[in-house]
């Protein structure tokens, strides 16, 4: 059992890479292997066409597929574990929901698409500290109260985006909000990838540090405090990091579902209750199952799939087979 | 050391106008067995619960030798109490090798994970208490009585020299009852303090252990069970619900005292 769980991460970091390479070959304009490496290796001019594919369009957008699938299944692993419910997603709090809004408003008020990020990213976080406040305002520390708290925020918000959609401009701006709800990874810029780099690569070290840590603060308060963990700041720093790393990925490139939720199942069903172990496989596998989901959402159609169609069609997929074959595993989950 | 409690009042609303824990002042001998008697709400759990610091008392102070308790940080505290709920929110799909290396927690950093030297610890312990057999199961798999017998087991791992129980043989049938109970008269020799609740006075005979009658969050008497496990002082407590057994018209099964 032991071995079996050491294999899967390096088999997948080593899948994740050779995902990524085909992700930069794979497209309406397919680049084959010794083009690939004559235009990323050399400077011969014959390959500026394909040079230009793959650094200026395939590169950015790969990059921030691979960051938003590790940040968003992360967070769904550290929300599920942290309120000890299997059914949550990273959303729960109310983040993607005031992402949404601050995203549709910037939209109707025809702001640029910096703006409509930095909207989406604040918002997203405001909406979680609104959920946070109103939970205090109970004076009850309790799992229930927040995640009560999280669906009467993320309901506010989804009315709210309701009337903003209602009185925006169906040709013009309803469209672009539509489209920004389900995602896409079409506009990536370097610029992006680096914010996003930078953030998701600090969660991650801090996740990682505490990453054995997070499963007594799964067992709850009571286990947890009397084993020597300070449950409530343990608790609300990956509440923090969570919220930190949905709303960031959600800013650049619109809402993303089923990862958060589809990811963290397939790697416990994988590898047990242990977060030590699924931490780092939820980002390999958040990872690579997100940039197949963006080769598919822009090679087979003539326009490209909204990304949040294809992780749900993948995902169910993939996560029915996995179910499948662990079926005996299951009555324990 | 010896634990003071003094003059505790405890409510969870601080609305409420009856207290759950009510003026109640004891001390605890360093190495002996304590068993809280009393009638279900009488505030055991909740008594419990304020030793361990998982509630913080209104009034009144806590001292663990001349220390107060709520001047320890939780680290600290794990390293003096170690605690079995009555209901453990462990969850069923937790590999119980997984479970047992919890009670490492307060001897690394935050950064740190059990390593191998750890793991050793939890198997010889594992040993003493006869259950390697179930290191690679999951909690999920095993039944109520083992499942108590490694939530036990991983108080032990904490190595503390108090632990706490919270009705540690509710859920249990009788050979698991003595399973548990002679398990606690084991560690007891190690001049460990135990605070265990129950619902059966018999226990503390059992253990000859010190009584701690609870009655709507105060303390009724305190003493040595061969004195205090008297049928006309537990009716004070229990009611008329109490008699002998040689005073039933059958022969009650009980515990075989080895």
């Known amino acids: 059992m032991k071995t079996k769980s050491a294999i899967y991460l390096p088999i997948s970091i080593t899948v994740v890479i050779i995902i990524f390479a085909f992700a930069l070959m794979i497209g309406r304009y397919p680049i084959t292997i010794s083009d690939f490496f004559n235009s990323i290796f050399t400077n011969n001019n014959n390959y500026n066409v394909q040079r230009s594919i793959i650094v200026t369009l395939r590169w950015p957008r790969t990059l921030m597929a691979l960051l938003v699938g590790m940040g968003l299944s992360v967070s769904g692993l550290l929300y599920q574990e942290t309120f000890r419910n299997k059914l949550v997603s990273p959303d729960l709090l109310g983040v993607s929901a005031g992402a949404s809004v601050g995203a549709s408003i910037a939209i109707v008020l025809g702001l640029g698409s910096v703006i409509i990020s930095m909207f989406s990213f604040v918002l997203g976080l405001i909406t979680v ?41 169906p040709e013009t701006t309803l469209a672009s909000i539509t489209y920004w709800e389900m995602g896409t990874f079409q506009r990536a810029l370097m610029n992006e990838v680096y914010i996003l780099i930078t953030v998701i690569g600090v969660c991650v070290l801090v996740l990682l540090s505490i990453s054995w840590r997070i499963n007594l603060v799964a067992l709850g308060r009571e286990d947890a405090q009397t084993k020597g963990i300070n449950y409530n700041f343990y608790r609300l720093l990956i509440i923090v990091i969570s919220t930190l790393l949905t709303a960031i990925s959600v800013c650049f490139c619109g809402k993303v579902s089923w990862v958060g939720l589809v990811i963290p199942h397939i790697v416990r069903l994988l590898v047990g209750r242990n977060t030590k172990k699924t931490i780092p496989l939820c980002l390999t596998f958040g990872g690579g199952f997100m940039i197949i989901c963006d080769i598919i959402s822009r090679t087979f159609t003539d326009s490209e799939l909204p990304i949040s169609a294809v992780t749900g069609l993948i995902g169910t997929v993939v996560f029915i087979s996995i179910l499948f074959s662990k079926r005996r595993e299951l009555n324990e989950h | 050391m010896n634990i003071k409690m003094r003059n505790l009042s405890f409510k969870y609303n601080y609305r409420s106008n009856t207290d759950i824990i009510d003026d109640f002042s004891l001390v605890i001998e360093k190495g002996t067995i304590n068993v809280l008697l009393g009638l279900n709400g009488s505030g055991k759990t909740t008594l419990l619960k304020l030793l361990t610091g998982l509630e913080k008392p209104q009034k009144g102070t806590i001292q663990y030798g001349d220390k107060n308790l709520e001047e320890i940080g939780i680290k600290d505290r794990s390293k003096i109490f170690s605690y079995v ?174």
């Open chain 2, 85 to 258: 709920p009555q209901h453990s929110n462990v969850t069923g799909d937790i590999l119980i090798s997984d479970y047992l290396s919890f009670g490492m927690t307060n001897r690394l950093e935050f950064y740190q994970s059990p390593k191998e030297e750890h793991f050793i610890l939890v198997r010889q312990m594992a040993e003493r208490l006869s259950v390697t057999h179930l290191l690679d199961k999951k909690i999920g798999e095993i039944s109520g009585g083992e499942r108590q017998i490694i939530l036990i087991t991983s108080a032990l791992i904490q190595n503390t020299p108090i632990i706490i129980l919270d009705e540690p043989t509710s859920s249990l049938d009788i050979k698991n009852q003595n399973v548990v109970l002679s398990l606690l008269k084991e560690i007891i020799n190690e001049g460990k303090t135990i605070i265990f609740s129950s619902h059966n006075p018999n226990h503390a005979l059992f253990l000859d252990a010190n009584v701690i009658l609870m009655h709507e969050g105060q303390l009724k008497a305190t003493g040595p069970s061969i004195e205090l496990i008297r049928v006309e002082r537990l009716k004070e407590v229990y009611g008329d619900a109490i008699c002998l057994s040689e005073d039933l018209d059958y022969k009650e099964i009980s515990f075989k005292n080895n």
């Open chain 1, 129 to 169: 500290f609104i959920t946070v406040v109103i939970a205090k305002l109970f004076k009850d520390g309790s799992s229930t109260i927040l995640l009560l708290s999280g669906v009467i925020v993320s309901g506010f918000m989804s009315s709210v985006l309701a009337f903003i959609k209602y009185f925006a401009d």
